[in-house]
């Protein structure tokens, strides 16, 4: 499906003001109206064991702009799914990021019909309907994924394992094989957050 948008900014951008007029406002939920959204691999962008950061939305005061800043990652490229991940990293601009995947957010999220576990939602089948909707308006994102997994690793060193909640901080550093064993990846802080290989 083609589209009128010849930058993936460009598009995201008109895809919030379709999120806000046919999903968030229709549940009294105002998007920022000075977000910023952009296509680039989120700071904790590293591989957990079968989860990969795929949004990030960084607080007001993280930005020297004072805005809310949010990425939608390169590996993506199914415009329904980079809709739905825009979704879900809306809520935290919305928040400002100050509660995490908690109750708030947690509230805000089936509010728009997000599903699943609050560190990694899926849209609920109305809500597919509405992004599907949004999908055949804007045509496809313009965009094809990146295979993250083509990048080279070094595998001598010691490694960043960080919790991928922005608003959480845990980290530590372990060796490639110890985290090969590891059968948890659940924070141990309780935020609620998934550990992840930076």
């Given amino acids: 499906m083609s589209n009128s948008y010849s930058t993936r900014e460009q598009w995201l951008v008109a895809a919030v003001e379709h999120l806000q007029s046919q ?23 590293g591989l957990a064991k079968s989860r990969r950061t795929i949004g990030q939305c960084w607080a007001r005061r993280a930005s020297d702009a004072k805005v809310n800043e949010v990425f939608i990652s390169p590996t993506l490229d199914d415009t329904v799914q980079v809709l739905d991940v825009l979704t879900h990293e809306l809520i935290h601009a919305i928040d400002d990021c100050e509660h995490g995947h908690g109750k708030a957010f947690r509230d805000m999220a089936l509010l728009v019909g997000l599903t699943g576990k609050m ?12 992004l599907k909707a949004i999908h055949a308006e804007l045509g ?26 922005i608003c959480c901080g845990f980290k530590f550093r372990a060796s490639r094989s110890a985290i090969a064993d590891m059968v948890i990846f659940d924070c141990p802080t309780g935020c609620g957050g998934t550990l992840e290989v930076k």
Avoid: N, W, Y
């Fill in 23 to 45: 999903v968030f406002g229709k549940v009294g939920l105002t998007i920022p109206t000075d977000v910023k959204v952009s296509c680039s691999f989120p700071s904790r962008g």
């Fill in 119 to 130: 560190t990694s939602t899926e849209a609920g089948e109305e809500l597919t309907e509405k």
């Fill in 140 to 165: 496809d994102f313009p965009h094809s994924k990146i295979d993250a997994s083509q990048r080279k690793k070094q595998t001598t060193r010691m490694v960043k394992v960080e919790c991928d909640d």
